[in-house]
């Protein structure tokens, strides 16, 4: 099993073992998630790893965007118990995971709408990225309502959420990179930190700007979830270009 199948099979068991503990009252809270509840979350969940193992169990999502048809499928599943939808969830990731671990040394393209399209061996880091996002960011605080310390955030869970990030952002950045790289710039931005790496942004010329930050800010300031002053992200060089690469978003 590779490192993304074994954060995933870590993080549904956190999951799993979470959601008895989440008292009655909790579930119709606001999550991290604008608009979504703390059930809405967990269904979201569910119905991601739905769209691997059976799209036909969510409803036709038209031609949406990823983010515009994940409403829709967590609108028409509104009317589950908490209950349900955890049982949901423990019986569809159980089967995704066994079809991640079957794509997981292949080498086709899957094509994800507008997040992009990737060799079926990066999709498991995808899984990996979403569990840690949700789980951490999302359902506990101070963006979520959960109280206490969420599970790990260790170099088994951070390096498949970061090899997710580093391979769809350049898709889902693409107008905002071409903007770069049409001033003839690039961003170099240090991750340290627990997996740390440095990544390439923009044109192949010299490095107009340079980011330093630790891995577990990067990750929250490229979901938007934070702002560099707050995550202690540290940027210089080109002003124009700085500005810029606070936009960069990965879901």
């Known amino acids: 099993m590779n490192d993304a199948l074994r954060a995933i099979e870590a993080d549904r068991e956190a999951l799993l073992a979470l959601c008895p503990q989440i008292p009655e009252s909790v579930w119709a809270k606001e999550s991290g998630c604008p608009g979504w509840s703390v059930k809405d979350l967990v269904s979201h969940m569910a119905c991601s790893f739905w769209l691997a193992v059976d799209p036909t169990n969510l409803p036709d ?143 192949d010329a010299d490095v107009a700007a340079r980011i330093t930050t630790d891995s577990l800010a990067f990750v929250r300031w490229v979901t938007q979830r934070g702002t560099w002053a707050d995550l202690g992200v540290r940027g210089e060089g080109d002003p124009s270009t700085l500005e810029m690469a606070r936009k960069l978003r990965v879901f």
């Open 61 to 203: 999502p038209g031609g949406l965007p990823a983010e515009r048809a994940a409403d829709l499928y967590v609108e028409s599943r509104r009317s589950m118990t908490p209950d349900e939808v955890v049982a949901d969830y423990e019986q569809v990731s159980r089967k995704g995971l066994e079809m991640l671990a079957a794509v997981s040394g292949q080498d086709f393209e899957v094509p994800l709408g507008d997040v992009g399209t990737y060799p079926a061996s990066v999709v498991p880091a995808a899984f990996a990225f979403e569990a840690f996002i949700h789980i951490r960011y999302d359902l506990f605080s101070p963006d979520g309502p959960l109280e206490g310390e969420p599970p790990p955030a260790d170099e088994l869970r951070i390096g498949p959420t970061l090899d997710w990030i580093e391979a769809s952002l350049p898709q889902q950045n693409a107008s905002l990179l071409d903007a770069i790289g049409a001033m003839g710039k690039s961003v170099e931005v240090r991750v340290d930190g627990p997996c740390g790496r440095t990544l390439r942004i923009g044109a």
